[in-house]
Each structure stands twice: as C-alpha cells, then as structure tokens.
C-alpha cells in the first residue's frame, strides 16, 4: 500500500514562522511535523510515499532526501487550489487502495495502523474535538459516515475529521469529476461518495494534533516532547544538574552551575553558559547559545540563535537565527492575540518571534506579542503590539 | 581526465560495472564504455553520458570485464574514441586514465609494422602495442609494454584468451584495488568500489597488478611480488541530489548557511572564547613559524589568497601563496615553513605532488579538504576536513566559503598562540562568524535582485572585476566563476594595476564589477570607479548596506548585509556566485557540467 | 555440505556494543557467538562454511580468517546492503548445492545442528513463552504450513529458530520473492511461497538462545558457563581462593588475596588481583587487570580492559580497551528494588531485570571516584571525568565532567 501525503501548503495563520518554510517543516521537539507523519507510515510497514509539494518545496525535499531508506516520490502543486486537487496531482503514482495524510497533523503509529486493517473499501479517522467549526465536522450513523461539513456554523456534535482516509483509487475520477465543476477539496469529494452509497467506516484516532496558529508550536512541543528520552552527548561539565528527561546533541557543551528540569530537548552544536536555568517542555535547536544567567521555560528555540546573560524566557517561540542581547524578557501572561480576522484568547503566552532579529539589549515583549522576521529592536524598548516583519523598532 | 574501473568475480559484470562507472561519471563525462569477457570479449561504447549507455548497451554475459568514462584529452569525442580501446585483432582490451606523452612516435613506429589505428587515441597505442609484445602471458606483455611509455596512465587490460585475468598498472594517474569475497574491484578512486567493498589496497606508480576471482598479485617493475597492506575504508558515501532545486550549483549556493554552520561545527566556543582544533592540528600549528605556504590549484588557489590576507592581518606572519603546479617544480621549500595544501577532493594531482615535494623537504604539512580519506589526508602530517558534505556542480561554491572559514579559523589559532589576539577581540570576531549564516541567507534571499542585474551582462563578450585588499583575490574567483559557468570572458584584477594595463581593454562595452568595501581602501576604489567611469562601461558596485556614497558613483548596487569587516568575504562571494549562476542560467549553459570541464582534476 | 552462516548484522539493539563490531563478535565466555555457532556445527559434521559477511566485515575476517585454526574451510561473501534474510542468502547461489543456513547471533547446540544435517528441506523450530517478537510457524503434522511475521496475538507458541536445511530450488523462490513490508527481501516469504510446491519439515530444537539486548549477554553468558569446566593454566600464587569452577587461562597471574568464586571464566595473560573478588558468572576477557580492592560480580569485561584499583562493578558489560580510574563504582540496584529501565536507540526498556549496571561500549575512560548510576549505558570513547557521575543514555564521543 501506498501513502499520499499532502505537504504543498504555506500555512498563513503561522507567519512569520512560515515565511521561509513550508508549514510541514516547523519543528515539533527537533523534529519537523512531516516527519512524524512519514514515521507513522514508515513504521506502519509503507515504505512507497508520494509527497504533494508546492510551497518552498527545496525545504522538504532536502531534509527527506535518502529518509531511512524510504522510496519518496515528489509531484508539485503549482497553485494551491485545495486537498481534493492536491491529492489529483498524485493520480498516477497510484495503483491501488492507499492511504492519504496531511503533512502538517501529527498522528501517531496506532491510529495509522488501525486504518490500514480496517477492512472497508473507504474509511476516515475522526476526533474528538471541542471546536468543531473550525474543521470538517463529521456526522455518523452507526460507524458509518453520513455527513462532513467543513467549518459548520451550526452545534454540531463531537467529532471532526482528521483529514486521514484509505481510499481505493476510484476516489480519483471522483475528484475529477468535481474539479470540473470548480470544486476542488477533498471533504466535497467524500460527501459525493457517501450521497451515492459508499460506506465509509469511521476509525477513531489516538494522537492526532493540528498546528494552525503560532502558539500551536508551544503546545505541540509540550505534547511531542514527553516521548523524547534522555541521551547526552558533547560534554557536561561539572556542577550541571540534570533532572528527568534530558536529551544534549553531539558537540553541545553544558557548562558548570547549569540547572535543567525535563523535559527538555536541546540540539547539537550548542552552548549553554554557566548558570542558565532550563524548565520543562523546552525544545533548543541546533548551534544556538544561551549565555550565563538565562532561564529558559516552555518554550521553542529554533536554530542558530544567540539568547544573551539574564534573560527570562516562558511560553515564547524564538525563531532561527535571532541574535538576543542580554536582559531580554519575554514573560507569560494572558493575551487576546488577532491571527488574520480572528481573536484568540489565551491564558499562559509569552512572545513569538521570527527568523534573523535582532534585539538589543534590555528589552521587553508582552504576552502574546508577535514578532516578525528580520527586524531590528534597540535597546530599552518595551514592546506592546505585533511587529510586522522587515520593522526596525528604535 | 577519466575514469576507469575493473571486475572479476561471480556478479553480472556489465551490471556492477555500469553501476561503479556511475559513481564516477563526475571524473569525465562526453563518452562512455564497457568490455566483458563472457563466451567472447564483447565491448559496447556510447557519445555522452552514463545514462545513455545504460539505456543502448544490450545485455552482455559474463563476470569479467572493464568499463571507463571519458574526458578527452587527445582526439575528438567520437565511438572511436571512447573506451575500452581494442587491438586491431581484437583479441585485447583497454581502459586508460592519463596522457601518454610520446606517443606519436610510438604510433609512428607501430604504422611502420603494419598496425591499423582505428582512432586518434594516446590510449590506442597502448592497447596496440600490448598485442604487439603478447606471447601468451598478459602480464608481461602489460610489463613490457609499459617500460616503453613516458607519460602518465592508469590502466586495465583484458585479453581474450587468458579470461580469468584482469591486468592493471599505474604510473601518476590514481588506482586503487577493491578487496572482495571471490571478487575484486580495481578502479580510478574508492567512491566506484565502495558500495561492494570496503577494503582497498593502492597502487604506488610504476606497479602492476594482476586480479584474479580470488586474488589479487601486485608486482614491482622488476616483476617480484609485493605485499600491500589493506586498508579498511571507514567513510560512508552519501547521495546527493538535486532536491527540487534546478541545478545542484544553486541548491549548493543555497546549502551555504548550512554549510558554513557545519564548518564552525564544535571548533568554535562563544562562551570559551576560543578556537578548538584537533589537537595533533594545535601541537602543528604550535611552533615558531617563519613563514606559511599554501599550495593549491584553481578556485583553492583563489581561497589560498584570501587566506594570505587573513593570516598576515591577524598574525604578521608572511603568507606566500603558490600555485601548486608552479611550486611542485620552483618553489622554495625550506623546513620552516608551514605548508598547508588546500584541495577540495584532496586528489588534485599537482597539489599532491607540491605536498609530497614539501614533505620530502622537511616541512610540516597540513592539508585542507572535503573529502575524508583521500589521498591528502593521507600524505600530510595533518588534516582539516570542511566538512560541505558531497559538492557534485563542477565549479566550486560551498566548498570555497568553508576552505576559507578553515583558514580564517588556523588564523585565529595561530593569532592566539602568538598572543596577538585576545580573548576579547577573538570573541567579537567568534560572533561575527556565527553570524555569517545570517548573512548569508540575506543575500540569499536577495537572489532576485541579483538576478536583475544578471541581464546586464548576459549579453556581454568580457567583463572585468576589480577590488583591492581581500577583494582582489574575490575578484579574481568572481571572474572565474563567471568564466566557468557562463562561457563569458571574465578577469580580475588588483583595482590599483588597472592602469598599468588593463585599461586599455574597457570599452563601453565591457561592464566592470567593483567590489566596495567600508575600509581604508574605500576612498581609492571610489577613485577608481571615476577613472573607469571615464572611459564609458557601466559599473556595477558591491557594496555594504550603509554605504550611502556609492550610488552617487555606479550605475548599479548590489548591497551585502552588515558593516565591512574581513569576514564580508563570504556574503560577498556568495553575491559573486549568485551572479555568475543567472547570467550562465540566462545563457542557457549547462552549469552544473560546463563544457571541457571536469571536477578533481588528476592529470597535470 | 556446506553450512552458510549469515553474520552480516550489525545488531542495532545491541548498541552500544555494536557500534564498533558486528553483533555475531559480541562474545560469551570469551568467545564470539559466531565462534560458537562454527564449534557445534564443527561437532555436527559441518566442515565446509560461508559466512555472509557486511557490517564491519573486517573484523570476522580477521578473527575467524581462513578457518584453519578450527580445522574447517570457511569462505566470505560480501553482502554490500543490508536488504534482507533472502537476499543474504541468494548470494551463495553459485557456490552451494544442498546447504544449510543458520542465523550468525543466535546459539545453536551441536545436536540440534545435526538434526537439521539428517533431514533434508527443513526449518528449526522452538517453543517460546514469549512469542510475539518472533515468526510464528503453522505446521501440521511437521509440515511447514506457514511462517507469520510478528503477530500481535500469536497462534502458537512454535517460533522459527532461524535454521534451515535448503536444497537448490530455494534459489529460484528467493529470485521471485518481493520486498517486505519493512523492505527488505525475507527468506520466509521465499519459505512460504516454496511450502506450496515442496514439502519443508519442521524440526523441534532442543537448545536456543537469543540476544537482543547488551544484558542478554549476561543471561547467555551465565548459562554457558554453568556449562563450562574446570581449567586452570595461569600462575596462581599461594594465599588466592578459588571455589567452584572457575577457568583461568594461560600466563595469568592470580595474586595473593584474590578470592574467585565459579563459575568464572578468565582469559589470557591477565593480572588479577592481589586482594580482589571475583564473584559467580563473571567473565573476563584476555589482556585484563582486575586489581587490589575491586569486586566484580555477574559481568562481561572484554579484552584488554582494566578495573583496577578500588572499584565495583556488578551486573555489567564492558567492552574493549576500557580502563576505570581508581574509585569508580557502578550502581546496580535501584533503592526502591523496581525494575531497571534503560534507553537503547532512543527507546525506553524496562531490562525486567532487578540489577544491572552499566553497559559501556570500547575505549571508555573513567576519572577517580567517578560513579555511574544504574542501567547507565556509555557509547564508545566516552570520558567520564574524575568525581563526576554518569547515568541515563551517554552517545559515543561525549564527555561527562
């Protein structure tokens, strides 16, 4: 069997993280969202993927190059028109039943494996979720699925589709017929199918989570990270306590008086100074250093940054190659934050901030702030609004 | 230079040689061949690459045989050409890797005696001439054979009636002896043999060997046997591939964050700040160094200058950079001095050959490369590995920004050790370098722009590049990266001999690229710009972000992130590589195999 | 008949030992698996092997070369890629006619060898308690009917000991067989395809060990030696006790004080003691020094290690050219007497084991008084510095200061 996995997406909702990457490349504790999802096919015993790209498509196709002796199969989408046309464009790849994913959802081994011995023609994984209107609401009657209704204005129930169905290769002259008439995803092509009779069993998933919004970085580190044990490379010094699940990369150096509380994920090539304090659910990236005095809590930073002495850090995302002076703070607190027309209220959020800033020393951001990439904030500054990217703060 | 590769053993011969001959295509690629012995000697030749082989060779039987890839150096690309080269009975094949230097006269004497050449080939001769000396023992024929040639080869030679042998011998040009399990391999380089056997056994010039299913006999020229040791090859080959980019040239431009990430690698401490090299390169570089060589060829030449202009700024010790073919004759080799070789493929031959004549000397060798386990790394006293993962586009870009980080990095130890750098300084130049990446990406995703001044010069017959200091030496890589990719008459030059000369080139038409750089030449260059102005071309100008001056002198401005300092060097040249890419992309040229070009060259 | 031998793993969950040989070198009682599994097909009439060689082949090769030291003929095939239990053996074709094949790093015993030796086209079985992990067989009146790949809910307790007796035609089911789910190509599907036109026998074993992970070795390891006699060559001062049956070999020299107690197997050239105390299952390899005020119990120290002054180490593997500084002591039993859980590949294992201390792999350094907590496992090369403690997952290269 084979697996179709839909990566061409930007994921708008997610900038400025998504603005050099592709939304299946964020990183979820080290590891970029699309590969748990290869790694639940992969571990299922499919090793034939085809992967839908579009959107910075380099990104992808560099990192999975040679992915565990997997047989990848690119196909490009050149305009994102929706799933069902995404899924058309890997028609002739496939010869038989099979099995869709989408690249940006971590889901986990079992429920994939529970799809697969399903022994229907068609079947979908569902969720419970407790906002339904924001995705495919589904509608079953006896197992079966009767009804998915995208972003349902009406109460509608529990579950929602996870966007994972096996489907046999007919599915393809359905989407066509469709797209012929301007409709192109994938939930309208299942609802026809359903309309003319086909059964579609319904398989209720384990571990299923969606990012949409910058913050879902934080939340999915948090989720994702427990199943990462401890291993320790590069060196310890003396003086470092480590308590629970702590993973150090190769050629990382933990230097004396360092306090770090599990779980924790830091990666390869890293410095952490003397006397920097790391909390629960923190994910490091690659070649990036923490100078002495930091405290670090629950938070994501991504490759290559610089966090200088003193500096506070909750609930935050720091993106790829942010140079951070000393006495930065970027403490948690309750935010109502606007992504794209819609206002999000959270209780616990630090700052999110993009690829390449620069940020002097001695400045603050507010909760729930976001801040895009390259811009450039000077000293003493307290920032209370999103800063759009390319901004110089002065 | 080309690349050749021998099996005999129990797998499908033709199957196992296309598959080696693939690993080596990088080596030459404008014609390819394959002989097997199976029930008779079969030998099937194509024009063009592996692929096209693959696809018309029809099925051979048999678990012997010899195949090679082709750069032509003597003789037009043609099926007669191409390799294995056969005697005119038919009855011997050969592959051959090298140049033959006397072998008109050869050729001449072999007419006189009746033998018909079907080709314009050094490598014929060889073959015609084996028959000639063939009483039923090939080996000795390859022996006495070769006691005639004056001239570099690597070869391999199959005879039909003695189909269970494979005859090799070597002389200048590399080859190498896969070790197998009633099989062996005999190849241009380990990379062909390394998917069937990690065991090697290398030839030294001026031995033959002879394999066999089951074994391998290497001789001297006096025909006694000799004992090699066996050398158990630890690297791994990894694929590369294109990854959705259009050219591996551009996925490499673009891998440059990456790679200069991956150069720093666990050698450079922000919270130490210190500099930690391996420590048999620290007890090297620990020493009262008169004076510095670096040996090396092309764009290495080109990393070798602007690591002259780092090392003598941070350290006053003097830097003389050599041009290894140069050096391996003239130069002067006095004991203490510190050579460093820097070969991307650490097979280049006359950089070796500069190495091996500098060790013979007395002198302390340190060589900088990519590739683990090649012969470099194996002559020197010591290596550093830049660590750029495979570089498959012929003209160098990734591995040009990590040769001169490597160097920038000996710099600073070297400075350290003679207490000319502090530690406070040191530090600041250690951020500098982490942000190198950063910077990168900047003009990286300025590509576009880039790309609009890219039309400016691809209609153009010759361009120049200027600048001075530790921009010199980057015009000179820019222009030969212009040269390389685009087919574009391209030179760089040192802006203050311009007028010495040079001059007299610039039309109106020749477009001058300045590199401008916030320093104490800054003045001068924009001095320069006036002067070239004058004479008509446009100026195209290099320059750092916060330069408000320089639009003021030319006609365009491409901007690289940050203030000016030595480490500019490297956004700089990645604007230069950007450049040379669109204008050959625009151009149509096949850049990631340019014509007459091949990568690592091993024929001097 | 020759007997092909498939020792081309590298034996992923045996890291960290796998790091640096392949799994069929990991020794038990001092001598590789391998190495045992040539002297019970030896002694089962066997003369003629094949090793199917890849990972770090340079290593059986240099041990077991051309087989003359054991009075057999073996010969090597090159794998290349790791691509399956079928495709290893499909590259004898062209040098074997009936044969057997058995599993390199699985311990066969002598008999059973020749049981599969008499009988033509058949497939050693054994009876497991735990059979999820392996392949299930069905057979029905000793015909084979098929072989299952690990099964959740096992229909038996029969699994596929990994020894066959082949006959040429196999050949032409392995040419056919296609890539597994996990691809790579099984001899069980060739197995399976072949059970429809051939009849394959089932032969029950009566001996079988398998090691999957570092403290099976010390499972295995016991079980040999309960096994082993009595051989003392060595020089053995006066004033050493030594009960039980304990082995030590030739130019060791046993010192004053040291107190052994079998079963304990002991290499050569050694220097034990004086003062020391080598408890029950305990094996040392060759070119060791177990020295004054150390203690070691139920452990594998392999060649040319060194414990030796003022340690212990109980429960434990530790690989080649290891050397314990002064005063570093292994932790082998959590407080609280649960289970001890470990980190293998990344991976959390409960070992069910309610001692073990650590597993370290070759050239290990350890400073005085430096400790390492339970189930610890150190990779290769790693430096545990003086007074500092290690524990938890340590990869190969690191430094704990």
Redesign the interface.
Known sequence: MKAVILAAGEGRRLRPFTETIPKVMLPVANKPVLEYVIDAVKNN???EIVIV?GYK??V???HF??YK??KIT?VVQEKQLGTGHALLHAKSHIKDTFIILSGDNIIDNTSISKLIKDDSKYSILIKEHPNPSKYGAVFIEREKLREIVEKPREEVGKFISTGIYKLSKNIFDIIEELANEGIYDLSSTIQSIVDDGEKINTIVADLWRDIVYPWDLIHLNETMINR???????????GVTIKGDVSVG??T?I?SGCYIVGPVIIG??C?I??NVCIFPSTTIG??S?I??FSQVGNTVIMN?S?IGSCSVIKNSVIGR?C?IENNFSSIDGSSTIEIEGEFKKLEKIGSMIGE?CNIESNVIVKPGKIIGR?CNISSLKIIDDNIPSNSKVM | MCGIVGYNGFREANKVLIDCLKRLEYRGYDSAGIGVIGKKLQVFKEVGEISKLEEKIPSFEGDIGIGHTRWATHGAVTKENAHPQLSSNKKIALIHNGIIENFQKLKEDLEKKGVKFASQTDSEVIVQLINQNYTGNLRDAVINTIKQLKGSYAIVAACKEEPDILVGARNESPLVVGVGDNENFIASDISALLKYTNRVKYLDDGEICVLSKKDIKIFNKNTKEVTKEENIITWELKDAEKSGFPHFMLKEIFEQPDTINKALLGRVSEIDRSIRLHEKIEDLLNYDIKSIRILACGTSYYSGLVGKYLIEQLTDIPVIVELASEYRYFGTKSEDSLIIGVTQSGETADTLAALREAKNAGCRTLVITNVMGSTATRISDAYILTQSGPEIGVAATKTFTSQILILLLIAFKLASLKNKLGADELSKYIIHLKELPRKVREVLDNSDKILNIALELKNVDSVFFIGRGINYPLSLEGALKLKEISYIHAEGFAAGELKHGPFALLTQVTPVITIVTKDNTYDKMIANIGEVKARGPEVIAIAEENDSEIEKHADFVIRFPGQSNPLSCIPIIVILQLLAYHVANLRECSIDKPRNLAKSVTVE | MKCVILAAGEGKRMHPLTYTRPKVMLPIANRPILELNLLNAKKAGLKHFIFVVGYKSEMVRNYFQDGKKWGVKIEYVNQGNALGTAHAIGMVEKFVDNFIVLCGDTIFGKQDIKKIVDKKNSIGLINIDNPREYGVVEIKKEKVIKIYEKMEKPISNVINAGIYHFEKQIFDFIKKTKKSLRGEYEITDSINMMVKNVVFKGVFLKEWRDVVYPWHLLDANEEMLKKSEKKIEGNIDINTMIKGDVSIGRNTHVMSGAYIEGPVLIGNNCKIGPNCYIRPFTTIGNNCHIGNACEVKNSIVMNNSNVPHQNYVGDSVIGENCNLGSGTKVANLRFDKKNISTIINGKKIDTKRRKLGVVMGDNIQTGINSTMDVGTILGHNVFIGPGANAKGNIEPNSRIL
């Open positions: 015993g499919i090793n790209v498509k380099e992808i196709m560099e190059k040679n002796g997997a690119y990462t044990p401890s291993i320790f490379g590069g060196t310890i010094e003396k190769k050629d150096t230097y390869k090539g410095e100074g003397p690659n070649n250093v100078q002495p290559d610089r190659g140079i390449d390259k």
